[in-house]
T-cell receptor, first 114, second 114 residues
Framework: SQTIHQWPATLVQPVGSPLSLECTVEGTSNPNLYWYRQAAGRGLQLLFYSVGIGQISSEVPQNLSASRPQDRQFILSSKKLLLSDSGFYLC?????????????FGSGTRLTVV | ELKVEQNPLFLSMQEGKNYTIYCNYSTTSDRLYWYRQDPGKSLESLFVLLSNGAVKQEGRLMASLDTKARLSTLHITAAVHDLSATYFCAVDMSSGGSNYKLTFGKGTLLTVNP
């Protein structure tokens, strides 16, 4: 069966510090991968998605970047965090065109920038 | 640009009562998903609706999809406290090739009172 792992679960970082969040998927190949952010309040905003190694699409211009160095690994980064980067970050995967199982989300990383 | 609107955004119900959450979306799509989110947690997949007229039921929840009206409903029957959570609908669309991505509604915060 397929599983998605996301870490760390919680992170408190000072303003101006770097960030690296990692997401890995097991039990599948060639997944579509996604990073979402849920800020205070409840909406989910798509930040980045990837359909293959090295292929990254950015949805919102911001202080963050994403990379996909391996087929089942997706990394969210920042060189210098801003207060506005605080939020709940969720990684998700889907099996390309076959969406019978929909999109599966990781357990999330709660980031607080202080 | 795809827009997904949920209503109501806040719903306070008494145990044993029935209610419906509505999800409208702005462009043609035949794939819609419902998720549940408990406080501080990630998203849990409830229903995957893949065609016009699709109806799925799980316990006290039933979801339906009308692609012609661009409308999905999540019906709650005889609510119980355990159903208290935030419910999101999300619509899946392609921006070309394998570039599928999920756009979320703002969520409905459901509180079931004894």
């Amino acid at each position: 069966s397929q599983t998605i792992h996301q870490w760390p679960a919680t992170l408190v970082q000072p303003v101006g510090s770097p960030l690296s969040l990692e997401c890995t998927v097991e039990g599948t190949s060639n997944p579509n991968l996604y990073w979402y952010r849920q800020a205070a309040g409840r909406g989910l905003q798509l930040l980045f998605y990837s359909v293959g190694i090295g292929q990254i699409s950015s949805e919102v211009p911001q202080n963050l970047s994403a990379s996909r160095p391996q087929d089942r690994q997706f990394i969210l980064s920042s060189k210098k965090l801003l207060l506005s980067d605080s939020g709940f970050y969720l990684c998700a995967w889907s099996a390309r065109r076959d969406t019978v199982y929909g999109y599966t989300f990781g357990s999330g990383t709660r980031l607080t920038v202080v | 640009e795809l827009k997904v609107e949920q209503n109501p955004l806040f719903l306070s119900m008494q145990e044993g009562k029935n209610y419906t959450i509505y999800c409208n979306y702005s462009t043609t799509s035949d794939r819609l998903y419902w998720y549940r989110q408990d406080p501080g947690k990630s998203l849990e997949s409830l229903f995957v609706l893949l065609s016009n007229g699709a109806v799925k039921q799980e316990g006290r929840l039933m979801a339906s999809l009308d692609t012609k009206a661009r409308l999905s409903t999540l019906h709650i029957t005889a609510a119980v406290h355990d159903l208290s959570a935030t419910y999101f609908c999300a619509v899946d669309m392609s921006s070309g090739g394998s570039n599928y991505k999920l756009t979320f509604g703002k969520g409905t915060l459901l509180t079931v009172n004894p």
